[in-house]
C-alpha cells in the first residue's frame, strides 16, 4: 500500500464515499506496523472500528440468524426493549448484512431521534422563560422557584437571563440573613449597658452637687473666722464705742448678778450659825 | 448670702426627688450652724424700729474688732468674757415696764431658755436665763423690769465662772457704775 493511495482512501472515508472493501483496506493498514506517522493520529480511531467491529462480529458468530428473528419481532410489536437494543447495536455498526441494509435507516434514525431528545435535557431555555414569566405573574410554586434558582446558581446562565440573575442571589442572601437575627440579643446587653451609664452619670451629678454644697459650708466658715488686718480709724472708733457699751453691759450683768449672789451669802452665814449651834 | 450656693446645688440636683428629701435635712443641718437667732431677735423683731425703744446690736464681727483693740492694762475678768462673746443685744425702755416684763417672760421657750436665777429686790425683778447645748452654754439672757424694762442678750461660749468673778471685781464699784450707767440714759 503506497502512501497516496491511503491519503485517497482516507479522504474517501472523510466524506462518506468509501465501500466497505475501502474501510477495510484501511483498517488492515492501520492494524498493520507500517503505519506513515501523518496517519498515526487516525490510528485510536480505526482502532476502534475493530473493536467495535469485534463485538458485533461476537453477535453475527453466535447467533447469525438472530437479528432476522429479531427483526421479525420488531416488525410485529413484540420486542423488548434489551431486544430492540441488540438490533440498534448491530446496526450503528459496520457489519450490515446486505438484506439487512435497508432498514439500516430505519434505525439510524431511532439512534438520531434518541440523541435530540438527549440535547434538550442539557439546554432547557424554553422552560426557563415560562418559569421567569410564571414568576413575574406571582404564580409560579414553590419547587418551579426553586428550579429558578438552581438555575441561577449554577454557572450556566443564558445572556438573556442574566440581568435576572442579581435577583436571584439576593433571594438566596435574603435567605441567609436570618443568621443575623441572634445579634438582637447583644443589643439588649447593650442597651441595659447604656442604662447603667446614664444612672451613673446622674450620680455623678448628686455627688458633684454634695461637694458643692460642702466646699461652700466650708469656704462661708473660714471667711468668718479670717480676719488678721488692721483695723483702719473708723472702724477702730466704732470698736471703741462697741467695746464702752459691752462693758457696760456687762457692769450691768454684773450688779444683778452679785444681787442674786448677796442672798446666797446670808444663806451660808445662816448655815454656818445652825452648825454651830449644833 | 449664704443661700445662694444651697439653691444652686438644689437646683442641680431638681431631678431626684429622693434626694431633695436628703439635701433638704443637709440644709437643715447647716443652717443651723450658721448664727443662732438670739432671743431678741426671734421675740422682740417688732420692737426694733420702736422710738420708745433704745435698741442696740453688735455682730459678731464687731466683737472681733473689740477683742483687738481691747487695751491690755484693762480688767483682765471683762477682757476674758469679752473674747469669748459673739454677739449682745440689748433692748429697754422706760414705758410701760412691768408690761414688757411679763410680756417677755411669757413669750420666751421654757425648752429653750433655762432660769438661772431670780431676784426680785425693792421693786425689781430680775431674771437670767441660759441656753445651752450640752455642757456648752451658748446664750445668756437678762432680764429686768422694775423702773426700767431692759432685755440683754448675750451670744457665744459662755463661762458663768468668769461671769461670778467679773461680777466680784465690779462689785466693789459696782453700785457706783450702775448710777453712771442710769445717768447716761437720762
Known sequence: ?278 | MYTLPILITISINEKMKKFNLVLALLLGIVGMSFGQADAIEKYFSQYQDDENFTVVYISPKMFSMVSKIAPDDMDQDIKEVIKDLKGLRILTTEYNTEAFYKEAKSKINTKEYEVLMTVRDEGTNVEFLVKDTGDIINELLLLVGGDEFVMMSFVGNIDLNKIAKLANSIDIDGMEHLENLGDKKN
Open chain 1, 1 to 278: 500500500m503506497n502512501f497516496n493511495h491511503i491519503n485517497d482512501l482516507l479522504e474517501l472515508y472523510f466524506v462518506g464515499d468509501s465501500s466497505i472493501a475501502q474501510e477495510k483496506e484501511l483498517k488492515s493498514y492501520f492494524n498493520s506496523d507500517q503505519v506513515a506517522t501523518e496517519h498515526l493520529q487516525f490510528k485510536s480511531l480505526f482502532s476502534y472500528f475493530s473493536e467495535a467491529k469485534h463485538i458485533s462480529t461476537n453477535l453475527d458468530f453466535n447467533e447469525a440468524n438472530l437479528i432476522d428473528e429479531l427483526l421479525e419481532k420488531y416488525f410485529e410489536g413484540e420486542t423488548e426493549i434489551s431486544e430492540e437494543q441488540t438490533l440498534k447495536a448491530y446496526f450503528s455498526g459496520n457489519n450490515v448484512e446486505a438484506r439487512h441494509e435497508n432498514y439500516s435507516s430505519l434505525f439510524t434514525y431511532f439512534t438520531k431521534a434518541k440523541e435530540v431528545s438527549f440535547d434538550k435535557e442539557i439546554q432547557p431555555e424554553g422552560d426557563i422563560d415560562d418559569l421567569l414569566e410564571k414568576y413575574f405573574e406571582a404564580q409560579s410554586s414553590i419547587e418551579e422557584e426553586r428550579k429558578l434558582k438552581a438555575y441561577f446558581n449554577s454557572g450556566t446562565v443564558a445572556a438573556e437571563h442574566k440581568q435576572f440573575s442579581e435577583l436571584f442571589e439576593y433571594f438566596s442572601t435574603a435567605q441567609a440573613e436570618n443568621l443575623e437575627k441572634g445579634i438582637e440579643l447583644d443589643l439588649n446587653k447593650k442597651a441595659k449597658k447604656g442604662q447603667l451609664r446614664v444612672l451613673r452619670r446622674r450620680m455623678m451629678g448628686v455627688a458633684a452637687g454634695f461637694v458643692l454644697l460642702i466646699a461652700s459650708v466650708f469656704i462661708m466658715k473660714t471667711n468668718i473666722s479670717n480676719d488678721d488686718q488692721l483695723l483702719s480709724e473708723a472702724e477702730r472708733i466704732e470698736a471703741e464705742a462697741a467695746l464702752e457699751t459691752t462693758m457696760e453691759a456687762l457692769a450691768m450683768l454684773g450688779v444683778q448678778f452679785n444681787k442674786g449672789t448677796e442672798s446666797l451669802e446670808n444663806m451660808k452665814a445662816f448655815k454656818k450659825t445652825q452648825i454651830l449651834k449644833q
